[in-house]
């Protein structure tokens, strides 16, 4: 099975120049923990990706309100991102090394036309549960959740 037939396809969006304010508002408004950040001149290219974590850290280490504290300045800029044609065991794969829950999904331009969640490929599998076909089992599922689950070695800057 393919990505773009498990993708949400209206993914909410937010441009650098906003503020974490309205990544938050995003997320609350879409039920959702991750928002991309599209290119300021509309081309809907994905320059990086803000998550609920990185707004409270962001608020929590700097201090300041979600309101004072520029997208720009803490967005993820190395951006993993799959492609509407990929299987979904690929986008699982990709989620697995890096880590991450969420990828946004991209054309050949780097246009955003969705986003896909470990949690779309769950319920995919769910779904295929009492089929012979499998794109993705639970048990990679359980195996990607327990790699992402796993602590990173975090760069600590010194004083």
């Not at 393919?2 to 906003?18: F, H, I, L, Y």
């Not at 991102?81 to 969420?102: F, G, L, N, Y």
């Not at 991209?106 to 319920?123: F, P």
């Amino acid at each position: 099975m393919r990505v773009d037939q498990v993708m949400t396809k209206t993914a909410a969006t937010c441009s650098p120049e906003g503020t974490l304010n309205d990544a938050a508002r995003a997320m609350w408004e879409r039920d959702c923990g991750f928002v991309p950040v599209t290119d300021s001149d509309g081309g809907g290219r994905v320059v990086g990706i803000v998550t609920d974590r990185d707004a409270c850290m962001a608020a929590y280490t700097r201090g300041q309100g979600l309101a004072q504290i520029r997208i720009g300045d803490v967005m993820s800029t190395g951006v993993r991102s799959c492609k509407p044609s990929d299987e979904i065991a690929e986008a699982e794969t990709v989620m697995r090394r890096a880590q991450i829950h969420r990828l946004p999904v991209i054309d050949d331009t780097g246009r955003l036309v969705g986003v896909i969640s470990l949690a779309d490929i769950a319920c995919e599998a769910a779904r295929e549960s009492g089929t012979k076909r499998r794109d993705v089992t639970p048990t990679e599922i359980g195996e990607t959740l327990a790699e992402i689950r796993k602590p990173r070695a975090i760069a600590r800057a010194t004083a």
